[in-house]
């Protein structure tokens, strides 16, 4: 019967469709959306002006190699805008890496808790996804090194890691990048790198610039606050952009986007500021939590891996649904192998404040 009917390439329908965070809570007056890593304190107000601008120029093709965004991150970063792309958020990127560097039957290695879009890429370019086991939810760089096979094309890392919050630091990354043949590319996704605040932590500029089978993907999405827009970026060797700028599409960065981004990027006074309330927050967070006897793995991000006991009435699931019940969104991670766990955004003040008081309740630890 299946054969009267197109049939998808092989790999595409054992794809599990990504899920993205929850967003509402039914019959709750005020939502607090805590499940996609947005930023509490949203764009820079000049990324919002830049947007705005754009409005009378709808009728218009954006520049089609988004060369004054580039430009910006070049300036930014101090990068060669020539070895940058941009694209409609780091996904339409992934995709594309996958697309332009994996065939049908290679493999591609992402570890046991990574980021669900490795899979969907891999599957969906005909390849096979190789999952590398992790320690202490933490990439573990003997493992992946162990799976690496001759049909191996691209090692996966986010790092940090979503959503265990968990980091490598540069020597490990480092000695990843040693281990493998030259012919893998390794992509080093550090959507979360602006949060991090570790002196042994790099994003991978260092390593692109020194080598041909390296990518750092970047993103507007999280410290930007700019997610409505998609808007990420890669950088990486001039063989590697001139292989997918060929593939790429001719506009996937619109006007609005690219204008918000430059304004974005060129607005670090806020860029501080969001940083400055992670911290702040993300300790704070991190330790109501643990004073009510939840473990959280201690995260660089700005999101927590907050760990439930499987005890009846203290699951992930029934404090999910206790939490959701007050407008109170966090999000499930069994897609993620982590049944017992839910991850959680660093909110707002209140939204934080609130959690902490929700689970107080939940626990029975409320006075
Ligand atoms: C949120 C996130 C991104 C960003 O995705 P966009 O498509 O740019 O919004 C990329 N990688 C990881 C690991 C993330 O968690």
């Not at 009728?59 to 988004?66: E, F, L, N, R, V």
């Not at 995709?95 to 490795?118: P, Q």
Request: glycine residues 8%; aromatic residues 8%.
């Amino acid at each position: 019967m299946t054969a009267n009917r197109p049939q998808p390439r092989p790999g595409v329908l054992d794809i599990a469709p990504y899920v993205p965070g929850k967003s509402t809570a039914p019959g709750v007056a005020k939502v607090y959306k805590l499940s996609s890593n947005e930023s509490p304190l949203g764009p820079s107000p000049k990324a919002v002006d830049a947007y705005r601008t754009i409005a009378t120029h709808l009728q218009d093709y954006p520049d089609g190699s988004a060369t004054e965004l580039r430009e910006a991150i070049g300036r930014a970063y101090g990068l060669d805008p020539a070895r940058i792309i941009c694209g409609a958020g780091s996904d339409d990127l992934i995709n594309l890496i996958a697309r332009g560097y994996l065939k049908d039957g290679d493999e591609a290695i992402h570890t046991t808790h990574g980021f669900l879009m490795y899979p969907i890429a891999i599957l969906g370019a005909g390849a096979k996804p190789v999952v590398a086991a992790e320690k202490n939810y933490t990439a573990d760089v003997d493992a992946i090194l162990a799976k690496v096979t001759p049909k191996t094309k691209i090692v996966f890392i986010a790092n940090p890691n979503n959503p265990t919050g968990t980091y490598l630091p540069f020597d490990e990354i480092k000695r990843l990048h040693a281990g493998l043949p030259p012919h893998v590319l390794l992509v080093l996704d550090a959507a979360y790198a602006e949060y991090v605040r570790r002196n042994d932590y790099e994003a991978g500029i260092e390593l692109v610039a020194t080598s041909e089978n390296v990518l750092m993907l970047r993103t507007f999405s999280k410290i930007y606050g700019l997610a409505a827009l998609r808007l990420g970026w890669f950088y990486a060797s001039e063989s590697i952009v001139d292989a997918l700028n060929r593939i790429r599409g001719p506009f996937n960065v619109s006007a609005p986007a690219s204008a918000a981004g430059i304004a974005a990027i060129g607005d670090n006074g806020h860029l501080e500021t969001s940083v400055a309330f992670n911290a702040q927050w993300l300790e704070w967070v991190t330790k109501e939590l643990t004073a009510l006897g939840l473990t959280v793995t201690p995260s660089v991000a700005n999101f927590l891996l907050i760990h439930f006991p499987e005890t009846p009435g203290k699951t992930a699931a029934e404090a999910d649904a206790f939490l959701t019940k007050r407008g109170l969104v966090l999000r499930r991670v069994a897609a993620y192998h982590l049944p017992h766990a839910l991850r959680m955004s660093v909110g707002s003040e209140e939204a934080n404040r609130l959690v902490i008081d929700a689970l107080k309740e939940f626990l029975g630890k409320a006075p």
